[in-house]
């Protein structure tokens, strides 16, 4: 699929929930200091507050990063404006958002079914297909988004499909894929899911292959030689300077 998303440099570094190494994760500090950096793709998560308003935010409670044991989905947008996380960064709106990062692409993982709809709601009202792609571990949110989304988006593939399509590989078959793009982890489970093989298989298919789960320099070296698209990693300063060393950094 020829699409601006996929297609804006010649090898996709995301900064996995902005550069979260040095500030905290899916928020404004974290994304500008990914941008600051040359980054131009960020992989972020959402979900939807209790009156259907959609934040950047990838856990079920704000336990992890406030401390507090509340789940997400009983809080309103006014209570989560007045949250701070740890460090005191603000819990970000996905449309001021992208607003603000308005030549950024963003990859976003809609974590629950109550997101789908507003999500698909501000990536119309915005008309920014151009530069989001869909994702989502659930197959069906993912198909909902599809069919929900007014123009040409980017998807990837979920997560029952995607095991479909490393089975497929691991046999030496060539899947048939029909997303634009296959978001893996390099393990599962303890175990290394993606190898030489693996990788041959799915980009003879015409997809793109990404592959998220690993901050380590002799995997993303690994990783960039097998041949990968793009990978999303924490340590956004090591993935550059690597792919600077490598002559891939555009």
């Not at 974590?111 to 009202?125: E, Y």
Request: charged share 25%; with cysteine.
């Amino acid at each position: 699929m020829n699409h601006p998303f996929l297609n804006a440099r010649k090898f996709l570094p995301f900064a996995h929930r902005g550069e979260n190494y040095l500030k905290p994760e899916n928020t404004f500090e974290a994304f500008k200091t990914a941008v600051d950096l040359g980054y131009s793709h960020i992989e972020t998560d959402v979900r939807a507050s209790k009156d259907g308003i959609v934040f950047i935010f990838h856990d079920p409670t704000l336990e992890r990063l406030t401390g507090e044991r509340i789940p997400f989905h009983k809080l309103t947008s006014n209570d989560l404006g007045k949250i701070r996380l740890k460090g005191g960064a603000i819990i970000p709106k996905l449309d001021e958002t992208l607003e603000e990062f308005h030549q950024i692409y963003f990859n976003i993982d809609a974590k629950t079914w109550d997101v789908v709809s507003p999500l698909a709601l501000t990536i119309n009202q915005l008309k920014i297909f151009h530069r989001i792609c869909v994702a989502s571990f659930n197959d069906n949110r993912v198909l909902k988004l599809r069919k929900l989304i007014e123009g040409p988006i980017c998807f990837s593939a979920g997560a029952i499909k995607s095991i479909k399509i490393l089975m497929m590989a691991h046999l030496g078959v060539t899947p048939k894929i029909v997303e634009p793009c296959i978001q893996l982890p390099l393990f599962f489970k303890g175990i290394k899911i993606i190898n030489k093989a693996v990788v041959s298989k799915i980009k003879k298919s015409g997809t793109k292959l990404h592959i998220w789960g690993t901050n380590k320099e002799h995997f993303i070296n690994e990783l960039i030689d097998l041949g990968v698209d793009g990978l999303m990693v924490d340590d956004c300063i090591l993935l550059k300077e690597i792919l600077i060393r490598k002559g891939l950094w555009d």
